[in-house]
């Protein structure tokens, strides 16, 4: 796939690092499956992946997280 931002690069499969905030949370996912363009760094996350994320980033914010890393694992 030709990457949307740079236009130039092809996104391939690899990993990247995420960070999320909501209010004063910060959560930063490390070594999340993604395509990741070759040019540019930019990432596309599959839908599951990104409600895992979602679903792991509400409960950081529950426990009341203000910074909070995870290693992703599926």
Do not use: W
Request: glycine share 6%; with cysteine; aromatic share 6%.
């Amino acid at each position: 796939m030709t990457c949307l931002i740079c236009k130039h690069g092809t996104a391939k499969p690899g990993h990247t690092t995420v960070t999320l905030q909501r209010g004063p949370c910060t959560i930063i996912f490390k070594n999340v499956p993604a395509d990741v363009c070759e040019n540019c760094g930019e990432y596309y996350l599959d839908e599951s992946v990104t409600r895992e994320l979602e679903r792991r980033a509400e409960i950081a914010v529950k426990n009341g997280a203000e910074v909070e890393i995870i290693a992703y694992a599926a």
